[in-house]
């Protein structure tokens, strides 16, 4: 989906306010945007499966997202996200499936990014390589420690 002029200026806004994407020069700042696309979503409606295969990044726009582990027939809230979080790098860095579900909570906005684009323009950018790559450890970390209890 081709994105308007409108929408791009938007999207530097929001871009602009998710810390990792200092480390961004212009000219992968204009790559990332080329590669996002947007699309809405509403609440209750499940944008991440737990143990699917992972091929998107997400940004989120506006609104939010609840972040679910389930385990035999139970589901735990392991966070809530809002605008400008990001999710779905996990199984993108370490080509393993989804270790949560994410669902809506307040409609809202997501940008994603499909995983060749996330590996070829973030991950490839040393300085964002390595913070989404620490931000993968803590949520790593975080779901063992909920795996214990």
Not at 16 to 42: G, H, Q, S
Not at 48 to 55: A, D, P, R, S, Y
Not at 61 to 75: D, I, P, Q, R, T
Not at 124 to 135: D, F, K, M, Q, Y
Request: charged residues 30%; glycine residues 6%; hydrophobic residues 45%.
């Amino acid at each position: 989906m081709q994105l308007s002029a409108e929408i791009i200026a938007n999207l530097r806004i929001v871009l602009k306010k998710i810390a990792f994407l200092e480390y961004l020069k212009v000219n992968e700042l204009d790559e990332l945007i080329k590669a996002l696309d947007k699309r809405p979503f509403m609440p209750g409606e499940v944008i991440i499966k737990q143990n699917t295969i992972g091929e998107t990044f997400y940004i989120l726009a506006s609104g939010s997202v609840g972040v679910f582990k389930e385990k035999f027939l139970s589901k735990k809230r392991v966070a809530t996200l809002a605008s400008n979080d990001i999710f779905g790098e996990m199984a993108l860095i370490d080509d393993v499936k989804r270790s949560a579900t994410v669902i809506g909570e307040e409609a809202g906005e997501l940008y994603f990014l499909p995983r060749e684009a996330f590996k070829k323009i973030l991950l490839a950018n040393p300085g964002i390589g390595e913070l989404i790559r620490h931000t993968a450890d803590y949520r790593k970390a975080k779901n063992r420690a909920l795996d214990l209890k």
